[in-house]
């Protein structure tokens, strides 16, 4: 399964090649890879152009202008807080098990497990998302303020921010992570109090920190909160 750092490296490389591209065709070929989807998903992606590409936790997005708008790219930032507005809509993927977002030249040869294809207006590379046992998948959402005053798909505004998003709130987090009563490692899964740390970087961070998995929260010191952040975001 992809993990923080993963996503983020795809993250960073899909806002290089599909950042200010208008879709113009989408074929779905796999009915599983589309979730959560209210209407048509072709009908809600052709047309518009992509600002950037984002994230959240291990969750994707790239807000969408509406259809056939002009006008030059916003650049991307792992928060999506540069270049939307209310009324937008975004594309939103999660790689699941084994999910991989793909820039391919056009007319090269599908992938065993091609579930989605997205065209370009310009004819150049395409995107396409791959998914061998179909966990992942993509769909669209309206986006939503968030507190820090930009704006995130309403489906995951319920999700935390991540040790590696810059506006994560190292006090914040410290604060109500040693105000709960439960096992250390338990609470590093919950994705309401963080994201995007998986059981494998949890496991790593607490080694490296000399914190047992099992040890409360609310025994923890300011210090251990502060060396056990340091590792997750360095694993």
């Known amino acids: 399964m992809p993990e923080l750092p993963e996503v983020e490296v ?14 113009s065709e989408v074929q779905v070929l796999h009915p599983r890879a589309i979730r959560r989807q209210s209407g048509p998903f072709e009908q809600a992606v052709v047309g518009r152009r992509i600002r950037c590409v984002s994230r959240r936790g291990k969750y994707l997005w790239m807000p969408l202008d ?12 792992a928060t999506g807080q540069r270049g939307n507005d209310q009324s937008a809509m975004a594309l939103v993927a999660h790689l699941g098990m084994s999910g991989q977002l793909l820039v391919q030249e056009a007319g090269a040869p599908d992938e065993s497990h ?4 997205f ?9 396409r998302f791959v998914d061998q046992r179909t966990f992942g998948g993509v769909m669209t959402a309206a986006l939503v303020p968030d507190a820090a005053g930009g ?7 319920h999700i935390a921010r991540d040790p590696l998003d810059p506006d994560f709130d190292d006090e914040e987090f410290s604060r109500r992570l040693r105000s709960r009563s439960t096992e250390v490692k338990r609470a590093l899964l919950d994705q309401s109090l ?3 740390i998986g059981n494998i970087y949890a496991d790593e961070a607490l080694w490296r920190c000399e914190v047992h998995g099992r040890r409360l929260t609310n025994s923890l010191g300011e210090h251990d909160v502060r060396s056990l952040l340091g590792h997750a975001r360095g694993v």
């Open 114 to 117: 091609l579930r989605v294809r």
């Open 151 to 157: 704006f995130v798909p309403d489906l995951i505004e």
């Open 10 to 23: 795809v993250r960073r490389g899909l806002d290089r090649w599909v950042s200010g591209r208008e879709v």
């Open 194 to 196: 963080v994201s995007g």
């Open 119 to 127: 065209e370009f207006a310009d004819g150049g590379r395409e995107l």
């Open 66 to 77: 509406p259809a056939r708008a002009v006008g030059g790219a916003g650049a991307g930032d």
